[in-house]
């Protein structure tokens, strides 16, 4: 399949000096399902703030669909939809017509919007609640009806910034199946931020892994995960601070260990290897041998967030992410 984006060498540094996106390159098939993974302050926002013409890069190179950002950002918003990490509806509106008024900005004739709308509304399942103010629904409502609003003029690319963050497991679920629908059936490209691991493992049939402004890794979640080439063994250690460094020298010395990585306060440290199961016993005879004490030892096969923790040294802790208060047009995400 052709490249939908094509980003080479992309720079945005903001006035006040911080370098939100720092020289990354990548590309987008067309009908692929795209993720950026990443915390935040990692520059995802940025990034899709500048191939929707949202924010003007510093320097580098951007073409989506064939068009360059720089000259042909009209022809650009044409063919994309874009659904922010902020509901961008109409509370005063019902939910139809929130899809109807979108419709009419894209100029679509009226017959054809209307029942474009019906379709949207029964896609997300907000039939029934339709002719209510969007005041009145949920959380979980007001995103679907978001994302309805960004596919009313069935866009070539969608744009999805975080798109689940703060809602609740059931109404996350639900968005994931119309993306994967949307994808699948349609043959949409879908480019996705996000902190979720889960969301990105599930989704994208492959991912860039972003931190700081750069891309520290990309390819397939499977070969992501199997690059680390190992089991992940999670140590909980009672005193970490003081035991730590004699915990990884010894560590070492164990056969079919291959690597061992700093972890957080809770889990103290990460020890990758072969074969993981056999190895536990023989880690705490060691550890007992020297008085380090366990807390909890823990072991399972590699997740994103093992590959996030090798290539950055540390984890994406989402539950701090989410109670983060949103950042302004001038900040990193």
């Not at 020890?271 to 041998?289: E, M, Q």
Request: proline share 3%.
């Amino acid at each position: 399949m052709p490249d939908i984006i094509t980003v080479k060498n992309l720079v945005l540094v903001y006035s006040d000096g911080t370098k939100a996106v720092d020289d990354i390159s990548f590309n987008v098939k067309e009908g692929e399902f795209f993720g950026f993974l990443g915390p935040n302050g990692a520059g995802k926002s940025t990034t899709i703030k500048i191939l929707t013409s949202l924010l003007r890069k510093t320097s580098g190179s951007v073409t989506v669909a064939g068009y360059d950002i720089d000259t042909d950002a009209s022809a650009i918003r044409k063919i994309i939809g874009v659904q922010s990490q902020e509901t961008t509806v109409d509370g005063d509106l019902t939910g139809r017509e929130n899809l109807m008024l979108q419709g009419h900005f894209q100029q679509i004739e009226s017959k054809k919007l209307k029942a474009r709308v019906n379709e949207l509304l029964k896609l997300v399942e907000l039939e029934s609640v339709a002719d209510r103010r969007a005041r009145n629904y949920s959380g979980g409502m007001k995103k679907r009806l978001d994302l309805a609003t960004a596919l009313v003029h069935d866009p070539k690319l969608l744009f999805l910034d975080e798109p689940t963050t703060g809602l609740d497991p059931q109404s996350r679920l639900a968005i994931w199946s119309y993306l994967q629908k949307l994808n699948k059936e349609k043959g949409t490209t879908i480019f996705l931020t996000t902190q979720y691991l889960e969301e990105a493992d599930r989704l994208c049939q492959r991912l860039a892994i972003i931190d700081f402004g750069k891309i520290v890794t990309s390819g397939s979640p499977v070969e992501l995960k199997r690059e680390i080439g190992a089991d992940a063994i999670k140590l909980a250690i009672d005193n970490c601070e003081r035991d730590k460094p004699k915990a990884k020298e010894l560590l070492k010395t164990l056969t079919d260990v291959t690597d061992v990585v700093d972890s957080g306060p809770e889990e103290c440290l990460n020890v990758y290897a072969k074969n993981a199961g056999p190895l536990v016993a023989d880690i705490v005879r060691a550890f007992d041998s020297v008085d380090i004490r366990l807390l909890s030892v823990t072991y399972s096969s590699p997740t994103l967030d093992d590959v996030f923790l090798q290539h950055t040294g540390r984890r994406i802790r989402v539950e701090d992410l989410v109670k983060a208060p949103s950042m302004m047009m001038g900040g990193r995400r």
